[in-house]
């Protein structure tokens, strides 16, 4: 069997489903301005959101899909005559996720790999906090918010220094917390997180186009919602403490001031009322409406397509909003699948594929090394056919990658294991158990080719993990 199959089939199933969650092409093709009147998936909105003569329209938002996102606005209204003076706008991305747009500033406020708040992202976030107060009622926000968006959507409350945001990120991170817990604690920290850029808008109606990195697509957790209101601080507290962090004394200040915020109970339930599609009207009395644009079964679902065409039959596994699975488990449940998927398909000639998506979480010990929860799943898997069937079977390939392009603080996107790179692992000198006990799988997989390069895909709607099989006696 030509075992290079796999891994072509594997990579483009990865292109496949990043090219579905093209932020750009997804705007344009369920956001619209006719007639004046803009249009979601061809209908106006209810109430209709017209943009009239003299009105301003505002761009602000961010994450790693949000200069996508703005360039799709903007083509679509500039279409539709709308005067370059009637249009501005700032946009706050990571390091490589930035373009042009005309009218619009797009800043890139936090070094590639490194998700974590900076002072670029203050300055932005604050700016755009300024921006859309400085509007009227017949002014509109479009408000373009995507995974990533956290780290620079950044604005810390009064007395909570930028040093303790980035303290409590990096604990909870390595501590194994997933997105929810982290983006619960983010959201009570922060003047623009939890509905603070909503509560800042002095314009009559503000649009939040999303497009969704967390499972389950709740828009008070992707990028810790700065559109929509409700932070409960007695939940983000609790975080705190069932990781250890306010014993260990990670960030008092903020620990003091969520605990004002939960004695005083004024921010454990919104002040007004919300609709479930994430509408409701500011203090100010500015309309929000909230339109979910993908997320991550987008990109699983044209995955599996591909594999589909391919030949494969094929297993879709949605990831679910619930416990959350360590990379380990995922590479271990993966590892026990994939060797049944082999068996099968040598027996009876079949491809076989299962394509799923998630987002894992790694606990770092105190000597880690260098990876990401994909290299990490990916190598685990390794370990797990190692142990289960002695050695990896010549026709399965395992990937998980990362939609954003990032995995971890390093440049790849994720990691692939076949029998070629299976093969490099167990004739070096290296030690698997050892790589995947201290999270230091990329130098391990980077040695055997093992990597997933894409570079910043300029999208985020978390990961997607492939499992194939092919018949030895058939490529």
Request: with cysteine.
């Amino acid at each position: 069997m030509e075992t290079g199959r796999l891994r072509r089939d594997a990579l483009a199933m990865g292109a496949a489903a990043i090219a579905a969650v093209d932020p750009e092409a997804v705007v344009r093709r369920r956001f619209g301005l006719v007639a004046g009147s803009i249009e979601v998936d061809g209908h106006p909105l209810i109430p209709p959101l017209d943009v009239a003569d003299g009105s301003r329209v505002v761009i602000v938002g961010g994450g790693k899909a949000a200069a996508a996102m703005a360039a799709g606005v903007v083509r679509a209204v500039a279409e539709q005559g709308l005067s370059a003076s009637q249009l501005s706008g700032v946009i706050s991305v990571p390091e490589g996720s930035g373009r042009s747009i005309p009218g619009i500033e797009v800043r890139e406020t936090r070094p590639r790999a490194e998700n974590l708040p900076t002072p670029r992202g203050v300055a932005a976030s604050r700016e755009m906090l300024r921006l859309v107060g400085s509007l009227g009622p017949d002014d509109i926000v479009i408000a373009l918010i995507s995974g990533g968006g956290s780290a620079v959507l950044v604005a810390p409350r009064p007395g909570v220094p930028l040093e303790e945001k980035v303290a409590v990120a990096t604990y909870l991170t390595a501590a194994g917390a997933d997105i929810r817990e982290i983006n619960a604690v983010r959201r009570g920290a922060s003047d623009i997180k939890g509905g603070g850029l909503a509560r800042a808008c002095t314009a009559g109606r503000m649009l939040a186009l999303v497009l969704s990195d967390v499972i389950g697509d709740p828009l008070e957790f992707i990028a810790s919602g700065p559109c929509l209101p409700g932070v409960d601080a007695a939940a983000a507290l609790g975080v705190l403490a069932r990781y250890g962090a306010v014993a260990a004394g990670v960030a008092p200040r903020l620990v003091a001031a969520l605990a004002a915020d939960a004695g005083a109970d004024c921010t454990a339930q919104p002040a007004v009322e919300v609709s479930t599609t994430g509408s409701w009207t500011t203090p100010a009395g500015c309309r929000v409406e909230h339109v979910l644009l993908g997320g991550n079964s987008t990109a699983v679902d044209a995955a599996a397509a591909l594999a589909r065409e391919l030949g494969y039959g094929v297993i879709v596994r949605h990831a679910m909003p619930g416990p959350v699975e360590t990379a380990d488990e995922v590479g271990q449940r993966l590892a026990r699948e994939g060797l049944t998927l082999a068996r099968a398909a040598t027996a009876d000639g079949q491809p076989r594929a299962v394509i799923e998506g998630g987002e894992a979480v790694v606990r770092l010990p105190a000597d880690h090394g260098l990876g990401g929860r994909n290299q990490q799943t990916v190598a685990a898997s390794l370990l797990a056919a190692c142990e289960q069937a002695g050695g990896w079977p010549p026709n399965l390939a395992i990937a998980s990658l990362g939609t954003d392009g990032e995995d971890g603080p390093t440049t790849a996107a994720g990691g692939l294991v076949d029998a070629a790179v299976a093969a490099l692992i167990a004739c070096s000198d290296q030690d698997l158990a050892t790589a995947v006990a201290r999270c230091n799988t990329h130098p391990l997989l980077a040695a055997a080719d093992g990597l997933i390069q894409t570079g910043p895909t300029g999208t985020n709607v978390a990961d997607v993990r492939v499992v194939l099989a092919r018949s030895e006696a058939r490529p």
